[in-house]
């Protein structure tokens, strides 16, 4: 089975049919390992967004091959990808995705729940995230009552509650001030310190490449540059 976490292989994403066409994704080939924060920059439109979704299987690509902790996901169907996802994927969105009736420590229950992990001993797991992240002071307060930081904190601790392989983030700091995106590529950074999990932040806010230890640049749907981001973090 192969060391890495997350790996694109020739992989090929077209979108559209006929004169709407778009070739998304053009034989992209990317390792992930544990124990890095990976940053992936491009301008808009020129597929971060489209791998991120083929490698946390949300997407199947249109050919090539993607390896979630060593499964390759060729001929999946849509059950086997949601599987992968639950077993190995945290997902972290711009909007932060969280239920407006739902308690902080209730989002991140929902993570557990849909694994077959319930009661006290969800109860456990969701506070333990939130303390990660900052927030145990939280645990009862609703998204309304929270900063946009705070919701966005919320969000990581529901991504890592069940301590997935891969955490991917999809423009986790564009709707925050300079401050809270800051902290929350901190966070991020910590995270990424554990050897078992691989954490790649989709972004172009070229702020967050101090936090990276790789950076990877896409143009047009091709990989087109790979060196070692910022030492500062």
């Known amino acids: 089975m192969s060391d890495f976490i997350l790996e694109a292989e020739n992989v090929t ?13 053009k034989a992209v080939n990317m390792s992930l390992s544990g124990g890095e924060l990976t940053v992936l ?17 949300m997407l199947a690509p249109t050919s090539g091959t993607v390896r ?6 060729d001929g999946a169907d849509a059950e086997v990808l949601a599987k992968l996802r639950r077993d190995h994927v945290g997902f972290i969105f711009q909007s932060y995705h969280l239920f ?14 849909i ?6 001993g969800a109860r456990a797991k969701s506070r333990d995230a939130l303390e990660k992240v900052g927030l145990i002071h939280k645990t009862a307060s609703y998204p309304r009552e929270l900063s946009g930081g705070e919701q966005q904190r919320v969000a990581i601790a529901r991504a890592i509650v069940a301590a997935p392989s891969a955490i991917l983030a999809d423009e986790p700091t ?13 966070i991020l950074a910590q995270i990424a310190k554990d050897p078992a999990r691989c954490v790649l932040v989709v972004t172009h806010d070229s702020r967050v490449v101090s936090f990276a230890d790789r950076v990877i640049y896409i143009e047009d749907g091709c990989l087109v540059r790979d060196e070692h981001g910022g030492p500062t973090r």
């Open 13 to 25: 994403k077209v979108l559209g049919r006929g004169a709407a066409q778009v070739h998304a994704l």
């Open 41 to 57: 920059m491009g301008p808009s439109g020129s597929g971060k967004t489209t791998l991120l979704s083929v490698l946390g299987c």
């Open 68 to 73: 979630v902790c060593g499964h390759a996901t």
């Open 100 to 113: 407006p009736t739902l308690t902080a420590a209730e989002n991140i229950q929902l993570a557990l729940d």
């Open 115 to 120: 694994r077959g992990t319930h009661g006290e």
């Open 174 to 186: 564009a709707a925050l001030d300079a401050t809270n995106g800051q902290a929350i590529m901190s």
